[in-house]
């Protein structure tokens, strides 16, 4: 008898546990991290007390009354503690009062060596900073994209690299230049198909190797122009940024009437949090925006990462662009219907002859925009221009993991068993492009070649 009520006893204590979890998950608190791995290695601060986000802190003021009402201290009618049950409401407050105003596009932020980045895996819910100590942390960081971005990749790996050596004594010039090399090429191995962090690397790896052979340069001095390199890159790249949206508007501008209010269609992100600030892509649009000739913006929400829905639309409303979210199965029917001006994307890697790897998708919309005679423009910087691709079969595509198709956080969305294929990137070929956005102005495809030397730059611009 008394086994079977022991047995009854834990069958209904399952039970209980069972149903206190799904209405734990029918709440939203699923604590797991965005990407389905590991949570962040180390954070700035410690998460707010009410920080809104989809993992538990989301439904902390929600327990917390029901906590109240269960532990506080009742009057003789049976009521809360109003004084407890004021505080929970103050909570409740704040929990709103956090979501706007922790809206950032700070994505990288360097501070006297110490290095942070927005985890844009936890966007758009939550807004938390993680210190990157060191290469280890900067490649996992873009590893699992917790930064992602061309131009934001190459930033941090090399100032993850600058906030390892910095507090080092180095004493040896030629060691130095070994471990800098090494850790350059590892940093380049967490997303290969980005060409920017490889640029970086060599120009690094060329300095170095300079430094080391000129015997008038001390260790230190050598530690310190190489840090110096670095840091330069993160206030180049803002600059680069607003010189091609400048160019950019320029050009949609041109071929437009002078009365014309502009409408645009962009995929995946581009903006200040792929960058060290304003964007590519998205920097045109904010110079039309400046310029008050911009009418709507539509964004892609980018399957099966989602780019778009989290971080584009984030940027826009963060900025109050009139916008738009779209599927990315609706872009036909938006250039028939929507009189869109212009599409604008970014780019990872720009091959000599013009064709573009960017986010998977990419090659469809220009497909489209050619069909419906809407003109496709590439956004990048002359960092993301690999001269010694001659054309886009060149291009390592990597895959990523299917998990990133199968589920949505916790949830699988996917029939179990079902094989997927994954590549991060499409390549579009450059008759489709109309021009390339760069720092130093807009190049139709087959003059872009000329780029490769600086003699050329004003003979070969269109604008």
């Not at 086994?3 to 006893?9: D, F, L, P």
């Not at 009402?69 to 929970?88: C, E, I, Y």
């Not at 869109?340 to 091959?351: F, Q």
Request: with cysteine; charged share 25%; glycine share 6%.
């Amino acid at each position: 008898m008394k086994k079977r009520k022991s047995t009854a006893w834990s069958r209904a204590a399952r039970k209980r546990d069972r149903r206190k979890r799904e209405r734990e998950r029918e709440s939203g608190c699923d604590s797991a991290p965005a990407d389905g791995g590991a949570s962040p290695r180390r954070f700035t601060s410690s998460p707010p007390r009410y920080n809104v986000s989809p993992g538990s802190d989301q439904c902390r003021p929600a327990l917390r009354l029901r906590s109240l009402k269960s532990k506080g201290r009742r009057s003789p009618s049976g009521q809360v503690d109003s004084l407890l049950f004021s505080a929970t409401l103050v909570g409740l407050a704040r929990a709103t009062h956090d979501v706007i105003s922790a809206m950032t596009l700070q994505a990288i932020t360097w501070d006297n060596g110490r290095l942070e980045i927005l985890d844009q895996t936890l966007l758009p819910e939550t807004t938390r900073s993680v210190l990157i100590s060191g290469v280890e942390d900067g490649w996992h960081a873009i590893n699992k994209m917790q930064v992602r971005g061309a131009p934001a990749i190459a930033i941090v790996g090399c100032l993850s690299l600058a906030a390892e050596i910095l507090p080092e004594n180095i004493t040896d010039k030629k060691r130095f230049r070994h471990e800098v090399e090494g850790k350059l090429n590892y940093l380049v191995s967490a997303r290969p198909t980005a060409v920017n962090m490889k640029t970086a690397a060599d120009e690094l790896i060329t300095l170095v190797n300079s430094l080391s052979e000129n015997d008038k340069v001390t260790a230190c001095e050598m530690k310190d122009r190489f840090i110096n390199t670095i840091v330069a890159m993160l206030e180049k790249d803002v600059a680069d940024n607003q010189a091609i949206g400048n160019y950019g508007a320029d050009e949609i501008l041109r071929s437009v009437p002078g009365d014309s209010f502009i409408r645009i269609l962009t995929h995946c992100n581009t903006g200040s949090l792929a960058t060290a600030g304003y964007g590519t892509a998205l920097g045109v649009i904010r110079s039309l925006r400046k310029r008050k000739k911009l009418d709507h913006v539509y964004c892609t929400e980018t399957r099966p990462y989602n780019q778009g829905a989290r971080l584009t639309a984030y940027e826009l409303v963060h900025d109050k662009i009139p916008a738009t979210l779209i599927c990315d199965d609706m872009v036909a029917a938006l250039l028939k219907s929507k009189q869109i001006t212009a599409v604008v994307v970014g780019a990872d890697r720009v091959a000599a002859s013009g064709d573009t790897a960017n986010k998977i998708g990419t090659y469809q919309i220009a497909i489209l925009a050619k069909h419906h005679g809407v003109p496709f423009y590439v956004a990048a910087p002359r960092t993301s221009i690999d001269f010694a691709i001659a054309s886009g079969d060149q291009i390592v595509i990597e895959e990523r993991p299917e998990r990133e198709m199968t589920h949505i956080k916790e949830q699988r969305i996917a029939a179990p068993g079902i094989q997927c294929w994954n590549p991060a990137f499409d390549v579009t070929p450059a008759h489709l492009i109309a021009g390339i956005i760069t720092e130093v102005g807009v190049y139709r495809p087959p003059e872009l070649i000329r780029l490769s030397t600086e003699e050329n730059l004003e003979r070969t611009r269109i604008s």
